[in-house]
């Protein structure tokens, strides 16, 4: 038996200004799942998780997730935009780890984290400590519960959001090159709370430019050129054998680690 | 030669007077600024509302407000509305109208500055954890904006306890009113400005240092 399709995207489009910068994306994310977006910069690869979690309004295509269209209902054939209370809920169910890291300034580690829980979940004050703190403590924090992002270094900061993002519990969790903001001694920090989050069975969509870790805990890895996924596959055969010529001169990039680059 | 004897034995005598009218002039600042701030941060969000009616009528408010004279606002308001019907506001409370009305046309171009300063990752980070939008707006856009304002905000407060001595103007008995008073009693002209002074540049001089706390305490941002 196989597990359920947890996310469906289908021909999904998007243009900024008469740009398409997505032109028709189809990939499927199936419960338990990690499966990762690689390709050169500008390829559409945060455009899409944005779209995903609707940080932006996809133009075309489907998005489903658990078989529900985000950001739109069918009415009769048309489109119908969601309201923002159904946005949000929507939302609610996806976790997102950006960038750079996006922690609420204002508020403690455990703040970041609870205020999620409090507002969105309607947990309790105390409820929303103890689940803060459990997951402070998975990703090694929990000394630092009480310190403001500012007081943390870049990778404390990203395990915060990572906390925050995943102590929700959503159905899904983003990362877009979570590591990319960091100096490169914390970078590995970052990876080993992502691997044992992906070992735990939680189902990921990620995009980064770490090909090894990348290669390692992917299922499925598809490589996006110019808003398309021109090669996909499990990890062993995109980043071993590539075919593709473009994949395996980006591939080559990353200093020849993949056994076929050609340069 | 000056000829001119002091005799602070006026002021001391007087000290209970002048105490009353420096407390009247401070919470009549502190209650402008509060209502202004209500007032501005409303007109900041319809400033930047998508209604453009709404956000040319603020701006029309704040920039007429900027260029009259606090003086006249009050003469407005005291005078000018008992001719036009109004009369249930006392001198009190008419003031603070004035004071009000003026401080929220600054606070407003202080909060729009401010809501427009807001990084967007924190919005982004806000909506991608499900909060709806006037949560958004309650628990973070707002808290990360009264921060990054707050110097302006206690600028406001000292400028605005410096402008109850307009009050003076229809007979609030706040410090300027007092001295004036003490002047005419007991012809000490001296004694009563100087201490009146003192009193304004002390008060303003605390108020700056707490403040200042205030705002290290508040300082978790960057
Ligand atoms: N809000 C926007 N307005 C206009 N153009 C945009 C916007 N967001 C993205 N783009 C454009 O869309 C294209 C894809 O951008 P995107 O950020 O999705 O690429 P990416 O694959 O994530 O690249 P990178 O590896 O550099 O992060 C780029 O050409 C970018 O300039
Ligand atoms: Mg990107």
Redesign the pocket.
Known sequence: MTDPILLQARGVTKS??G?N?LKGIDLDVLQGQVVSLI?A???????FLRCVNLLEEHDGGEILLDGEPIGYRDQGGRRVRLSEARVSAQRARIGMVFQQFNLFPHLTASGNVTLGLTKVLGKSKAEAQEIAEHWLDRVGLSAHSARHPYELSGGQQQRVAIARAVAMQPRLLLFD?VTSALDPELVAEVLTVMRSLAESGMTMLL?SHEMLFVREVSDHVLF?EQGRVAVEGPPSQVFDQPENERLRSFLGRFHGLFGASSA | MIDYHFDWTVITRNAGFLADALLLGLGLAVASLAIGCLIGLLAAYARLSRWRLLSGAVWIYVELIRCIPLLLLIFFLYFGLPELGVRFLDKFETFVAALSIYAGAYMCEVFRAGLESIPRQYVEASKAIGLRPWQRQRYVVLPVMFRITLPSISNNLISLFKDTSLAAAIAVPELTFAARQINANTFRVMEAWLTASALYLLTAYAIAIALRQVERRYAAIR
């Open positions: 900024f200004g740009v910068v390709g910069s500008g390829s559409g690869k945060t455009t090159e995009v996006l």
